[in-house]
C-alpha cells in the first residue's frame, strides 16, 4: 500500500502527464486548424482571381459587343439613308417623266415566297411586291409566268393587259393607280385543238381577288372571262352604272365611293354575301331579289327614303346610316327576316321620333344589335309592353288587380288601363304581298281601336284617380268619426 504522500505524489504526476497530453492534443488540434485555413485561404485567392479573370472577359466582349452594335447602327443608318435617298430621287424622277418602267433589280427585291407552280411542279417565286415606285410600266412581269399574287399599288400605273401573260395570278391589288379600264384583258385558254400543246400554260383566267380601289375607272366590261373571281373592289372611282358582273362565284363586291343611281346588273352574281354601295346617290333599293345568298348589305351616305325593296332578302347586317328614312315603319319591309342582328340607322330623321328604338325592335325582334349599340333583354321587353300586346304585362297587370278587388262583372267593369298602349302616329305601309293592311300593331292590338278610344280613356283615368283619392278621404274620416 502506498502512503498517503505517494499517492499524492502519483496523483500529481498524473495531472502533470493528462495537461501535457491535453497540451499536444491542443496543438495538434491548432496545426491542423491552421493547415485547413490555409487551404481555404490559397482557394478562395484562386476563386477571387478566377473570378477578376472572368470579369475582365466578360468586359472585354461587352465592350466588343457594344462596338460591333454601335458599327452596325452606323451601317444600317447609312443604308438606310441611302435607301431613301434612292427612293427620293425615284420619286422626283417618276414626277419629271410621269412614271418609271418597271427594271429587274425592282421585281428581284420585290419576289418573296417562293413555292411550287399548280402545273408543272417546278419551283419558283410566287408574290411580287412593287408597290409605291412611281411605276408607269409594268410588263417586264411577263417574264415571270408563275407569279401568283402581284402587288403594284401606290404607282401611276395606266394599262395592266400584261398581266393577261401570267396564267397563274390569283390575286392583284392595283388600287390608288390611273387605270380606266377593269379587267378588260382575256387570258389564252386552251381548246380541244391545242389543249395537248398549250394546256398547262393556256388556263384561262384564275383570278380570286382584285383591287382596283381609287383608281379613275368609269365602266367596267364583261368579266366572265374571270369567271373565278370571288372578292371585287372597285371602290372610289367615277362608275355611273352596275355591268359586266356576270360571276356566279363572287361573294364580296364594293362599289362604295363611286357615281351610282340605282341598284342593277347583280343578276350574275348569284353567289354574292357581302354588297357595299356606300357614299352613292343612289335613292331606292330595288334588283335584289335574284341576289339570293346576300348577307351583309350597306348603303350608308345615300338618298334612300324607302326600304321597299329587301321583302326577298335574308340580310345579318343592314347599314343604311345617314339617308333619308323619316319613317320608322320603314323597318317593316325587313321585319321578315328571321336572321337580321344588326341594323343601323344612325343619321336618318326617323332617330329622332318618340320611342324610337322600342318601336323598331318591337318590329325586328332578332335584333342584337341597333346603331351599333346592344339590345338588350331590358329593352325589348319594354319594346312588348310598348304595344301592350300578347306577352305584355297588360293581362298580369289586370290579374293583380281582380285578386286585389274580387273578380266577378263588377269588377271587371271597374277596370281602366291607365297606361294605354303606344298609338302610331304614322301611316300604314303598303307592303307587297300582304292581303291585309297593317294597321294592327304588334300583338294583334288594332290601332285603329285604341285611335278611337284614346280620349274617353284619358278622361276616365282621370276621373278614377280624383275619385279613388276623395274615396280614400271619405273613409279616413269616417275611422276617425268611429273611434272617437
Given at each position: 500500500?502506498?502512503?498517503?504522500?505517494?499517492?499524492?505524489?502519483?496523483?500529481?504526476?498524473?495531472?502533470?502527464?493528462?495537461a501535457?497530453?491535453?497540451?499536444?492534443?491542443?496543438?495538434?488540434?491548432?496545426?491542423?486548424?491552421?493547415?485547413?485555413?490555409?487551404?481555404?485561404?490559397?482557394?478562395?485567392?484562386?476563386?477571387?482571381?478566377?473570378?477578376?479573370?472572368?470579369?475582365?472577359?466578360?468586359?472585354?466582349?461587352?465592350?466588343?459587343?457594344?462596338?460591333?452594335?454601335?458599327?452596325?447602327?452606323?451601317?444600317?443608318n447609312?443604308?438606310?439613308?441611302?435607301?431613301?435617298?434612292?427612293?427620293?430621287?425615284r420619286?422626283?424622277?417618276?414626277?419629271?417623266t410621269?412614271?418609271?418602267?418597271?427594271?429587274?433589280?425592282?421585281?428581284?427585291?420585290?419576289?418573296?415566297?417562293?413555292?411550287?407552280?399548280?402545273?408543272?411542279?417546278?419551283?419558283?417565286?410566287?408574290?411580287?411586291?412593287?408597290?409605291?415606285?412611281?411605276?408607269?410600266?409594268?410588263?417586264?412581269?411577263?417574264?415571270?409566268?408563275?407569279?401568283?399574287?402581284?402587288?403594284?399599288?401606290?404607282?401611276?400605273?395606266?394599262?395592266?393587259?400584261?398581266?393577261?401573260?401570267?396564267p397563274?395570278?390569283?390575286?392583284?391589288?392595283?388600287?390608288?393607280?390611273?387605270?380606266?379600264?377593269?379587267?378588260s384583258?382575256?387570258?389564252?385558254?386552251?381548246?380541244?385543238?391545242?389543249?395537248?400543246?398549250?394546256?398547262?400554260?393556256s388556263?384561262?383566267?384564275?383570278?380570286?381577288?382584285?383591287?382596283?380601289?381609287?383608281?379613275?375607272?368609269?365602266?367596267?366590261?364583261?368579266?366572265?372571262?374571270?369567271?373565278?373571281?370571288?372578292?371585287?373592289?372597285?371602290?372610289?372611282?367615277?362608275?355611273?352604272r352596275?355591268?359586266?358582273?356576270?360571276?356566279?362565284?363572287?361573294t364580296?363586291?364594293?362599289?362604295?365611293?363611286?357615281?351610282?343611281?340605282?341598284?342593277?346588273?347583280?343578276?350574275?352574281?348569284?353567289?354574292?354575301?357581302?354588297?357595299?354601295?356606300?357614299?352613292?346617290?343612289i335613292?331606292?333599293?330595288?334588283?335584289?331579289?335574284?341576289?339570293?345568298?346576300?348577307?351583309?348589305?350597306?348603303?350608308?351616305?345615300?338618298?334612300?327614303?324607302?326600304?321597299?325593296?329587301?321583302?326577298?332578302?335574308?340580310?345579318?347586317?343592314?347599314?343604311?346610316?345617314?339617308n333619308?328614312?323619316?319613317?320608322?315603319?320603314?323597318?317593316?319591309?325587313?321585319?321578315?327576316?328571321?336572321?337580321?342582328?344588326?341594323?343601323?340607322?344612325?343619321?336618318?330623321?326617323?332617330?329622332?321620333?318618340?320611342?324610337?328604338?322600342?318601336r323598331?325592335?318591337?318590329?325586328?325582334?332578332?335584333?342584337?344589335?341597333?346603331?351599333?349599340?346592344?339590345?338588350?333583354?331590358?329593352?325589348?321587353?319594354?319594346?312588348?309592353?310598348l304595344?301592350?300586346?300578347?306577352?305584355?304585362?297588360?293581362?298580369?297587370?289586370?290579374?293583380?288587380?281582380?285578386?286585389?278587388?274580387g273578380?266577378?262583372e263588377?269588377?271587371?267593369?271597374?277596370?281602366?288601363?291607365?297606361?294605354?298602349?303606344?298609338?302610331?302616329?304614322?301611316?300604314?305601309?303598303?307592303?307587297?304581298?300582304?292581303?291585309?293592311?297593317?294597321?294592327?300593331g304588334?300583338?294583334?292590338?288594332?290601332?285603329?281601336?285604341?285611335?278611337?278610344?284614346?280620349?274617353?280613356?284619358?278622361?276616365?283615368?282621370?276621373?278614377?284617380?280624383?275619385?279613388?283619392?276623395?274615396?280614400?278621404?271619405?273613409?279616413?274620416?269616417?275611422?276617425?268619426?268611429?273611434?272617437?
Amino acid at each position: 500500500m502506498f502512503s498517503e504522500e505517494e499517492e499524492v505524489e502519483m496523483q500529481a504526476s498524473a495531472l502533470k502527464i493528462q495537461a501535457i497530453s491535453r497540451g499536444r492534443k491542443q496543438r495538434r488540434g491548432n496545426r491542423r486548424q491552421e493547415k485547413a485555413t490555409v487551404k481555404v485561404t490559397k482557394k478562395n485567392e484562386e476563386e477571387l482571381a478566377a473570378a477578376k479573370l472572368q470579369a475582365c472577359q466578360r468586359g472585354l466582349l461587352s465592350r466588343r459587343r457594344v462596338t460591333e452594335l454601335k458599327e452596325q447602327k452606323k451601317s444600317a443608318n447609312k443604308l438606310q439613308a441611302i435607301q431613301r435617298g434612292r427612293a427620293d430621287r425615284r420619286k422626283v424622277e417618276a414626277k419629271k417623266t410621269g412614271g418609271l418602267v418597271l427594271q429587274v433589280q425592282d421585281i428581284k427585291a420585290g419576289l418573296t415566297q417562293l413555292a411550287r407552280n399548280p402545273f408543272t411542279l417546278s419551283h419558283s417565286y410566287v408574290t411580287l411586291k412593287i408597290g409605291g415606285l412611281g411605276l408607269k410600266n409594268i410588263e417586264e412581269v411577263v417574264k415571270y409566268g408563275n407569279l401568283q399574287n402581284v402587288d403594284c399599288h401606290d404607282n401611276v400605273i395606266c394599262d395592266i393587259s400584261c398581266l393577261a401573260a401570267l396564267p397563274s395570278l390569283l390575286t392583284l391589288d392595283a388600287s390608288s393607280n390611273k387605270l380606266t379600264e377593269c379587267l378588260s384583258y382575256v387570258v389564252p385558254k386552251c381548246t380541244s385543238t391545242n389543249r395537248w400543246a398549250e394546256g398547262t400554260r393556256s388556263v384561262g383566267s384564275l383570278l380570286t381577288s382584285v383591287d382596283l380601289s381609287n383608281n379613275l375607272i368609269e365602266s367596267v366590261c364583261d368579266l366572265a372571262p374571270h369567271q373565278y373571281l370571288a372578292s371585287l373592289n372597285l371602290s372610289n372611282n367615277r362608275l355611273g352604272r352596275i355591268q359586266g358582273l356576270n360571276l356566279p362565284l363572287l361573294t364580296y363586291l364594293n362599289l362604295s365611293g363611286n357615281n351610282l343611281k340605282k341598284i342593277e346588273g347583280l343578276g350574275g352574281c348569284v353567289s354574292l354575301v357581302e354588297l357595299d354601295l356606300t357614299n352613292n346617290s343612289i335613292s331606292n333599293i330595288s334588283n335584289l331579289g335574284g341576289v339570293t345568298k346576300l348577307s351583309r348589305l350597306y348603303l350608308r351616305n345615300n338618298s334612300i327614303s324607302s326600304l321597299a325593296g329587301l321583302q326577298d332578302c335574308q340580310l345579318r347586317e343592314l347599314d343604311v346610316s345617314n339617308n333619308a328614312i323619316t319613317v320608322i315603319r320603314q323597318v317593316e319591309h325587313v321585319q321578315n327576316m328571321s336572321v337580321l342582328a344588326k341594323l343601323c340607322l344612325v343619321g336618318n330623321e326617323c332617330c329622332g321620333k318618340e320611342f324610337y328604338r322600342l318601336r323598331v325592335i318591337s318590329r325586328v325582334r332578332g335584333l342584337s344589335e341597333l346603331d351599333d349599340e346592344v339590345v338588350s333583354a331590358k329593352e325589348k321587353i319594354k319594346s312588348i309592353n310598348l304595344y301592350g300586346g300578347e306577352g305584355s304585362d297588360l293581362e298580369n297587370r289586370v290579374a293583380v288587380f281582380r285578386s286585389l278587388f274580387g273578380g266577378g262583372e263588377e269588377a271587371e267593369a271597374e277596370w281602366e288601363n291607365t297606361l294605354p298602349p303606344f298609338v302610331e302616329d304614322e301611316a300604314e305601309l303598303e307592303l307587297e304581298g300582304d292581303g291585309e293592311g297593317e294597321g294592327e300593331g304588334e300583338g294583334g292590338w288594332e290601332e285603329k281601336k285604341w285611335e278611337g278610344a284614346m280620349e274617353e280613356t284619358g278622361r276616365k283615368s282621370a276621373e278614377l284617380f280624383v275619385g279613388g283619392v276623395m274615396s280614400d278621404a271619405m273613409k279616413s274620416i269616417e275611422r276617425g268619426a268611429t273611434l272617437e
